[in-house]
């Protein structure tokens, strides 16, 4: 705080952090640090982004054991087989043909290191 001369008070001075940064160069792991201490976090809102994270991680997890426990244990019958056939040609299993799923399927199978997927 400034010191008070009668009526007026005398304003604290504020140095911009940009113009500290134009002075000097910082290096990668200064801005970094710079970056996270320019936000002031009060106590309350530590705990609710700790919290916030652990609940996010426990229902990652509850999401991943109920698919695991779900999911089939090979190719399904019916249309699967097909239409992963479809995906490694990129062609048409049948009408509507679900295009989106057949693009998809063929990037996967492209992004894989392999020679032939079959």
């Known amino acids: 705080m400034g010191k ?19 002075e000097t160069k ?7 640090t710079d970056t996270f201490t320019a ?3 009060s106590a309350s809102e530590l705990e609710e982004l700790q919290t916030g994270g652990v609940v ?6 509850a999401v991943a054991a109920v698919l695991v426990r779900t999911m089939h244990p090979t190719v399904a019958g ?12 990129l062609g048409v299993a ?9 693009m998809l399927s063929w990037l996967g199978t492209q992004v894989l290191f392999v020679s032939s997927i079959t």
């Open 94 to 102: 049948h009408p509507p043909g679900y295009p989106l799923f057949t």
């Open 39 to 41: 936000i002031e976090w």
């Open 56 to 61: 996010g991680a426990a229902f990652a997890t």
């Open 78 to 89: 019916g249309d699967s087989g097909e239409l992963m056939g479809a995906a490694c040609e």
């Open 26 to 32: 910082p290096t990668e792991k200064q801005d970094v």
């Open 4 to 22: 008070k001369g009668g009526n007026v008070a005398t304003p604290p001075t504020v140095v911009s952090s940009v113009s500290q940064r134009s």
